[in-house]
Structures are given as C-alpha cells and as structure tokens.
C-alpha cells in the first residue's frame, strides 16, 4: 500500500501571500522540547492516542521557545521547527502516518503521512506588535537568560497581546472553555469531516504560566495558557490561492509532485465539500414549534453579522482559510472554530440563517477550486481561464446533485437548491449568481 506524503517545506525560507494581507513567512527557528510534569490534569487526549500508540510520547512533552527554556533548565532539548504563523510550529522530524479508513474518513485503505504540528507555542519576536527588542532584552537581563541566538528578531517568545485589526492571540492560545476544542475534533470526526488530527491539549505549569505573564496585560492574568498538538498532511492552505497564476502553480506542486495526483484531487476536494453541505441536513434538528437547532463548521459568525457587506466582497476567505489541501483531500485545521452552534427562533429565521452559510460555502469552494484547476494546468489563457471557471462551478452543482440530501434545479440566472431534513420539511434555497463574482480576472 502506498503512502500519501505530507508536504515538507524543502527551502529554507519561504514567503506566500505578500500581495495581500495573507502574508504567510516560513522560517527555520529553534524550540525546545521540554518533559511534562506527571500531573494527569495537565494533558487531555484524544481518541486518536488510542489507535495509534506511536502518539502516546508525543502526549509526555511540550514544546517552547528557547527563551523560557533557558530560565528553567540548564540542559534545555533543541529541536529543529519551522515557524508556520502567529503562534505555531512544524516539527518537520516528527512524522507519522495514518490510515484514513480507521479514522472514519475513507471507505478502504489510504494511507496519509503527517507532521507534528504545535499551536500556541510562541510568535517570533520579529512578528510580535508589542514586544519590542528593548523589553525582551529586559526580561532577559532580569532573569539571567543567557545562551540565545544573536539574532533575537527571529526568536520565539511567548506574548498573549492582541492583533489590533483581526483580535487575534500572538503566541500561547488563551483558555477558557474546557475541553472546547476536543469535544469539537471528537464530535465532527464522528460525521465524516475531514479534520486535521488533534493528539491533545496541555496546560502550561505554573512556572510556564508565570514567565508568559510578564509580557500580558491585566485583562487575561486570570486565564491559562495552552498548546495543542496536532498532525498535518500539508502546510498548504486554501487561502493561499489568490489571483496570481505563477505563484499559485507553485503552491500545487508542494502539495504533490506528481501531475496525476494534482488532476484527480479536484474531484476528491469535492467529494469533501459535499460533507459541509449535507452536514445541514443530518444536524438540523426541531426542537419545538418553530425553534430549530443546527450547527456547522467553522468560526465565521460575522456572516451573520454583516451578510450583504461580505458576501458581495469582492474577494475574501471564510471557511476555507482553516482548509489545509493535501494528497489525500482537503482537511479542516482550525479545531476552536470547528463545533459552532445556532438556533432559529422561526422557520424563516431557519432559511435566512442556513442561506447565508450556504451562499458562503458554495462562494468559497467555487473560488478554491476554480483556483487550484487553473494552478494544476497553468493555464495562461484568459479564455481558457474562463473555461475553467465554468467547468468548476458546474462539477460542484454535479456532485451536490448527486446527494440524496440536495437537489439543484436547473439554471435560473441563480442558483436553487432544495435541502432534505430529517424530521423536518425540505427548504428550497436560492444562491444569487452576483454573490459568485468572477474568479478569473
């Protein structure tokens, strides 16, 4: 049986996404690895520990920056890594590999290689918007912290300061719901989803949670700091598709080197995105006249915040920017933002809801896919191009229609999809064609 290989990063840095806002920087950086305290309320598993005992040491340590190591150990472990963000590391040495067909994701075997992946193991210092060189070299002085690189922009810190513009968590994640992200993994691994598998949660000691405070500000002393592990098939990313063709041929080719693969794995992303779609249909459920319960995938509350503002955006990801492509498929990554719930007050309050997270879903998986066919056939033809683009949206109005769950009428100038319920009467949908802006430019 062959082995699906996970994509490595072969250069020794990388950079996507410096046309826009999705800047991505790939560096080698040092960590260490550091032996958990035997304090059973520190590390939470997974079911997939279970089937795979090879796991089970990945659950005995913890990974941080050699900053906060040197202040606890004389002997700290280092380790090669690869800085994958704002607050998370591939462990490039560390490989394992996993039959789909046990996870519950493949009907016969398909063997997948993954890279031990860490969240919320520190950010650079480089890439912090509030620790400055000044401070950090403070915190050194007074700790007596000594035997770092020289180059301390490309060091790994720990800092729990916000984002100014995305409110998001630079280095350690912030924990306050208990078990959040596992009873997620858990739970849509059970539907079918493709997810990137969680080995486990692990709370900082004490002393960890001290040294990462000193950089924080009063309004999060009171909450834990926490890494994940996990394994990925690919460090690519849907979101890294945008509109330039060069790049994007590049990207395709780290995902396989092998032509075949890249032209069947259109078919296999969308044999995956017909699991989000009829996800509504198994998990609507009535709870009492008129109020309905349902939930999907992905932390994207803001569509039903400001619909019209985001759904006629030109450009944009929502739920594919936790997509991660691989030779096995598309996996979803971001475990916080998997398991979300909503209720409808109403019928129509129902539609409104459910309309909108479909409009998204369809507008972000025709613009992956119209994007990665044209990266796959390096297409330089604007007619061609277009060609493609109609190809793509017609082989996801296909494979929907081949749903028992979904039926798709024929093209109206919009499109109308009628989803099946279990308990509950179907809901015909209409996806305006002006939300679905032209992918090819």
Known sequence: MSIINATIIKKDKLRLGASSRNIHLFDRVNAVKMPLPFEPRLVRKTSIVKKYKDLEKECKSYILPPVFAYGMT?????????????????????????????????????????????????????NSRRISKTAFGKFLRRHK??????????????SRNRYLDFETPEGAQDFTQEDYSLDAFETFLDIGFKLAPMIGMFTYPKKVQEFAKEFDSDDFLKEKLVQEKRLMPSFVRASYLEHNRHRNSEIVRMISEDQKVLRSLGDVFVDDMLVYFENLSVNTEKEEEDVHNWCYVGDIARIFKEPERILKREYGWYLVKDLVLAGSGMYFVDHDGCYMEKKARTK????????????MLFKDFFRMLTLYNIAV????????????ECDSREKIIERLNRSPFIKIA????????????????????????????????
Not at 145 to 158: D, R, S, T, V
Not at 429 to 439: G, M, P, W
């Open 74 to 126: 004389d002997s700290p472990e280092h380790i090669e890594a690869i800085s994958s963000g704002n607050r998370g590391i591939f462990l490039p040495q560390d490989k394992y590999v996993l039959d789909l067909k046990d996870l519950g994701l493949s009907k016969t075997s398909l063997k997948q290689e993954f890279v031990v992946d860490v969240k919320g193991c520190g950010t650079r210092l480089g």
């Open 145 to 158: 912290i000594k035997g770092l690189a020289k180059n301390l922009e490309n060091e790994l810190i720990f």
């Open 348 to 359: 129509e309050g129902l539609k409104s809801q459910q309309g909108l997270y479909i409009s």
């Open 377 to 388: 056939e390096d297409e330089k033809d604007p007619e061609k191009q277009k060609k493609i």
């Open 410 to 441: 024929p093209d109206k100038g919009y499109i109308e999809l009628k989803l099946k319920y279990e308990g509950i009467s179907p809901i015909t949908y209409r996806i305006n064609k002006e939300y679905l802006h032209e992918v090819v430019l």
